[in-house]
């Protein structure tokens, strides 16, 4: 049985109530995520083995009111669902857990998994996502839990002095992601978390980073935060047409981006963008900013016109020209 692609809220409502009383296993994913991309594979595996099980998969930024529903953090998260209830969860790119989870809520034993495990990364194609990740911000920590829940003592601490200096940074939860988590440590000949990368260099963990502390070094190492408000104006003044989107023009991440550039491409209008995959706290704080959940979006002299499908609406009645000239 396919793995089945839910577009929207109603059609998961039908899915599920097709489905019944038996198990449907949903994969909440984006497209920007590597784990994602290589979990979705392990999904095809497992529809060909388990053909009493409905495996779905839905993108959790297409459809921001059933990841809310269900109470989606992180991707990739696997809920199991019967009779349109959850009774079980996966957070993370963990194939084992996965496995014996619909093994056990099927009561059939846990299939083999020699063919899955031959889809995994290499650990050349872990090396480099590991790369990505720790570049991914100018301070980068990988960490136990998220900075709101921490699932350890030196985690916490590691946070609380971070805040603290009120410092800008990214995060990874090591615990949702083994391979990272194991890969890191080879990686980085650094055998214990959490792990604190500056520009690209691991500075250490918890007692490396008091020792910093002590002399005077970290204070002047750590990149501090702006006003998100100032930085999201900022950018908004940076350009009169202005595209919130997952990727670039050239690279779009999502199929929603991907569209809205065709379309502003063929007005003919000049237009910047701005990636949100490359900065958390934008990408986080836009939507609250804006009181617009989902991207793409799309501001001129800084107020927001939409996202796609009011981008549609008024391509479709000749108005999007003239918008996009402030006319």
Known sequence: MAVASITSSDELKNTLHEVGSALTVAHFWASWAAQCLQMNTVLDELAKKY????????????????????????????????????????????????????????????????????????????????KKLINSHKCMLFMKGVPDEPKCGFSRQIINILNDHNASFGYFNILSDNDVRQGLKKYSDWPTFPQLYIDGELIGGLDIIKEMMESGDFESMIPKKQDLTKKIEDLLNSSKVLLFMKGSPDAPKCGFSKRTCEILGDTGIKYATFDILTDEEIRAGLKKYSDWPTYPQLYVDGQLIGGLDIIEEMHASNDLVGCLKGE
């Open 51 to 130: 053909l009493n099980v409905k495996f779905i998969k839905i993108e959790a930024e297409a459809l921001p009111e059933v990841s809310l529903q269900y109470k989606i953090a992180a991707v990739p998260t696997f809920v199991l669902i019967k009779a349109s209830k959850e009774i079980d969860r996966v957070n993370g790119a963990n194939t084992n857990l996965l496995v014996t989870k619909v093994g056990q809520h099927t009561n059939t034993a846990t299939v083999s998994l020699d063919s899955i495990e031959k889809t995994q990364e290499t650990q050349e194609e872990l090396n480099a996502r590991i």
